[in-house]
């Protein structure tokens, strides 16, 4: 039997918390010590290509910036080269580039316009022909040699030359980090909030939304949604932004709150308030964890698409935003739930993952997590690897036309 690849994405942020870009890399490929061999180099950037390919833009992730590790053989593949110049970083390890061919090779690739990044390598013996063709260095936080790579770094005077700090698992590396001007930081802190940085209670803006949500949910009518909308034109104009930005292929643009419900329904509407809801705090503000709420929602939601009807799809979306609310929000999850009323189905997703709709969040989770767990889950629900990955691609460049 053929073993189930998935998807994993892991988030590079800068020293605003903002996402600049994600490594993607096959789950069972990310080994300690562990090249990735040819065929799932090859296999990982023909399936990432064919996802870009596919959106209206061509960008999968926009502005952002697409790492994919390989080896200096592979640069010359078409595999590699049908992923757009723009915004894609080719990885190599330090002790694949230490020859001449594999400085043509990388040399080729920065004319066509793709970044190079070396890893796994001290940036003072890297080859002094090779540095001016690298756009990254990657440093592992915590190694002896950390400080004296980054002084090094700083002597060559190569603004050009980005520093990226990997295996940064505390706030206080994190600090450190920016503190050394590093350009990116990847870690495992997306999902944790700073801590002492949030109010316990809810701002205007956020008692408003909920007041809009429960009356959606109790379909009141229009005339009263947009009465309560008035009190704000600024959530107004973001809530149609969004609304707009989403591609419903409705050919005209939505203008008002009742053109809106007129054209979309109540349904959906509820789902942008909870968007709304979620990007509306004004304390502990983090771009990161506000940006892995949107995908996990969309991505929870197509998981569901295929086995949910419409309406039922559209509540996954809300789940999966209201997973990470409680944190965004700086407010306890059983708070949350007192402020609104929710499905019972919805609620059991939040608070258990049970439910109808607790296993296609657990797996949008499990997916960000990098869970071993990620394959018997996606079986129980009958979901192959393939539409995994494709949901979560679609995810994050569904994310993306948001322009948040």
Not at 50 to 66: C, F, H, P, R, V
Not at 88 to 116: E, F, P, Q
Not at 359 to 369: G, K, R, V
């Amino acid at each position: 039997m053929q073993q189930e690849h998935f998807i994993i994405r892991e988030p590079l942020l800068n020293s605003q918390e903002r996402v600049l870009g994600y490594e993607l890399y096959w789950q069972h490929a990310n080994v300690p010590g562990r090249t990735p061999n040819a065929a799932e180099i090859v296999s990982l950037a023909h399936f990432v290509a064919d996802q870009l390919n596919n959106t209206e833009s061509g960008a999968l992730l926009g502005e952002q910036t697409l790492f994919i590790e390989a080896a200096p053989a592979l640069l010359g593949h078409d595999a590699l080269n049908t992923l757009p110049p723009k915004g894609t970083v080719i990885a190599l390890r330090g002790a694949d580039v230490a020859n001449d061919a594999a400085v043509s090779a990388i040399a080729a690739m920065r004319a066509k316009g793709y970044g190079i990044s070396i890893r796994d390598a001290n940036l003072t013996a890297i080859d002094r022909h090779l540095l001016p063709h690298l756009t990254h260095f990657e440093m592992q936080v915590g190694a002896a040699d950390f400080v004296p790579q980054v002084q090094y770094y700083r002597s060559l005077g190569m603004p050009t030359l980005r520093l990226v700090a990997r295996n940064v698992n505390s706030w206080q590396a994190y600090d450190v980090c920016a503190q050394l001007n590093m350009h990116a930081f990847v870690g495992h802190l997306h999902l944790s909030p700073r801590p002492g940085n949030h109010s316990k209670e809810l701002n205007p803006a956020q008692a408003m939304i909920l007041q809009l949500m429960d009356m959606v949910r109790r379909n009141a009518d229009v005339k009263q949604l947009e009465s309560v909308l008035k009190r704000d034109a600024a959530l107004s104009y973001k809530l149609l932004r969004y609304i707009n930005s989403a591609g419903f292929g409705l050919g005209c643009e939505i203008q008002s709150l009742k053109h809106a419900v007129t054209m979309l329904g109540y349904s959906p509407l509820y789902r942008w308030l909870a968007l709304l809801l979620a990007t509306a705090t004004t304390t502990g503000y983090s771009p990161v964890l506000m940006q892995t709420a949107v995908i996990r929602g969309r991505f929870a939601e197509l998981l569901g698409s295929t086995f949910l009807p419409k309406n039922e799809a559209e509540n996954l979306f809300v789940a999966g935003m209201f997973s990470l609310l409680d944190k965004l929000l700086g407010v306890p999850m059983e708070d949350v739930l007192e402020k609104i009323q929710l499905s019972e189905s919805v609620t059991q997703a939040l608070l258990a993952r049970e439910g109808i709709y607790g296993p296609f969040l657990a797996l949008a989770e499990a997916c960000e997590l990098n869970s071993k767990k990620v394959d018997s889950m996606a079986m129980s629900l009958c979901i192959g690897s393939k539409q995994v990955n494709q949901a979560q691609m679609s995810a994050l460049a569904w994310a993306q036309s948001l322009k948040m």
